[in-house]
T-cell receptor, first 114, second 113 residues
Framework: DAGVTQSPTHLIKTRGQHVTLRCSPISGHKSVSWYQQVLGQGPQFIFQ???????GRGNFPDRFSARQFPNYSSELNVNALLLGDSALYLC?????????????FGSGTQLSVL | GENVEQHPSTLSVQEGDSAVIKCTYS??????FPWYKQELGKRPQLIID?????GEKKDQRIAVTLNKTAKHFSLHITETQPEDSAVYFC????????????FGAGTRLFVKA
């Protein structure tokens, strides 16, 4: 039984570039949410999607965008990368996208911006 | 904006002792409070959660209490074991104004054998 999978596991980019991170939810889960985790801090909510619709958005600039596909997988895009975007990006899936559901996290994508 | 404060940031206990981690939330619309455990290099995993219509919940050595009036909730781990060593995150979640889950900054728990 596959869990939440994220790709790539590690990524190195330079300032100004853009990046696309990918997430596949657990089979049967229709909701995906994205979090940014800076070293030593808790995950910060970026987006939540359910049935391809954005259901929630955190306090992140417009450089961050996301989408969900018909198979419920998701992409997180970040444009014009800044040094401060360096972090672990976590994806989590849940069955119905309700705020009081258990989240299943992936292992994350470690992004380094040089 | 909404935030969740978590204390202490680091906690060291002797094996067999109890550990208590406390969180305070600001968004009065929050009504779901999960706790996640993250071991070094691994993904966060839910260990226990509580909804706002309940004041306390227990699962073996782990318990969570909620005081809605004071906007406080706490994690209690009894009879700690070395494998309890990890970072613990509290979170507060609401659906008012859109899905929102706010995490605390985490508590690094060390259980000394």
């Amino acid at each position: 039984d596959a869990g939440v999978t994220q790709s790539p596991t590690h990524l190195i980019k330079t300032r100004g570039q853009h990046v696309t991170l990918r997430c596949s939810p657990i089979s049967g889960h229709k909701s995906v949410s994205w979090y940014q985790q800076v070293l030593g801090q808790g995950p910060q909510f970026i987006f939540q999607y359910y049935e391809k619709e954005e259901r929630g958005r955190g306090n992140f600039p417009d450089r961050f965008s996301a989408r969900q596909f018909p198979n419920y997988s998701s992409e997180l895009n970040v444009n014009a990368l800044l040094l401060g975007d360096s972090a672990l990006y976590l994806c989590a899936s849940s069955q119905k996208g309700q705020h009081n559901e258990k989240l299943f996290f992936g292992s994350g994508t470690q992004l380094s911006v040089l | 904006g909404e935030n969740v404060e978590q204390h202490p940031s680091t906690l060291s206990v002797q094996e067999g002792d109890s550990a208590v981690i406390k969180c305070t939330y600001s968004d009065s619309a929050s009504n779901y409070f999960p706790w996640y455990k993250q071991e070094l290099g691994k993904r966060p995993q839910l260990i226990i959660d509580i909804r706002s219509n309940v004041g306390e919940k227990k699962d073996q050595r782990i318990a969570v209490t909620l005081n809605k009036t004071a906007k406080h909730f706490s994690l209690h781990i009894t009879e700690t074991q070395p494998e309890d060593s990890a970072v613990y995150f509290c979170a507060a979640s609401s659906s008012t104004g859109g899905f929102k889950t706010i995490f605390g900054a985490g508590t690094r728990l060390f259980v000394k054998a």
